[in-house]
């Protein structure tokens, strides 16, 4: 498997050691949409969703998912994260509720995996409590927008549409 940091000798999959690198500042940033019916989106605004507020659950669930990362995605080295925000947004547009999530540390790794489990995980709680409503959402265009910090810098193309 040559130098991959991600396997050892025997190929097996492992944890990247990552003691020796410097601490630097980092941000990062995802996205994702749920689409859904305009009868669903007229429901969120008027918060009649009977589940509660859909926003502000979606957005403390998503802050929660960023902090636990390392649990869920067994790679993934626990990080003390600095700062961690969700925006939920009804985006006519795109037919539904866009969310974005920003997190920031500082650290020896990255945090694009915590970016991208914080808004998906916000996505999977709008869906949740909008499910009793309309089972025909979707969610869509999960990506990493930003990365900031360490080795490299990553700025998605269309950022934000």
């Known amino acids: 498997m040559g130098e991959f ?26 996205e ?35 902090k636990k990362t390392h649990e869920l995605i067994p790679m993934c080295h626990p990080l003390q994260l600095h700062f961690v925000d969700i925006s939920l947004v009804i985006d006519e547009r795109r037919g539904g509720v866009a969310i974005t999530s920003e997190v920031r540390l500082e650290g020896k790794t990255g945090a694009e995996m915590e970016a991208l489990v914080a808004v998906t995980v916000a996505a999977l709680t709008v869906y949740d409590m909008c499910k009793a409503v309309d089972k025909s959402m979707s969610i869509e265009e999960g990506r990493l927008l930003l990365k900031k910090g360490g080795k490299s810098d990553f700025l998605a193309k269309n950022n934000g549409t």
């Open 5 to 30: 940091s991600h396997y050892d000798g025997e190929g097996s999959s492992r944890m990247v050691d990552v003691s020796g690198k410097p601490v630097t500042s980092r941000t990062a940033s995802a």
């Open 32 to 66: 994702a949409v749920v689409r859904m019916d305009q009868e669903t989106v007229r429901l969120i605004k008027e918060k009649l969703i009977p589940k509660g507020n859909v926003f502000e659950v979606a957005k403390i669930a998503g802050i929660l998912a960023a």
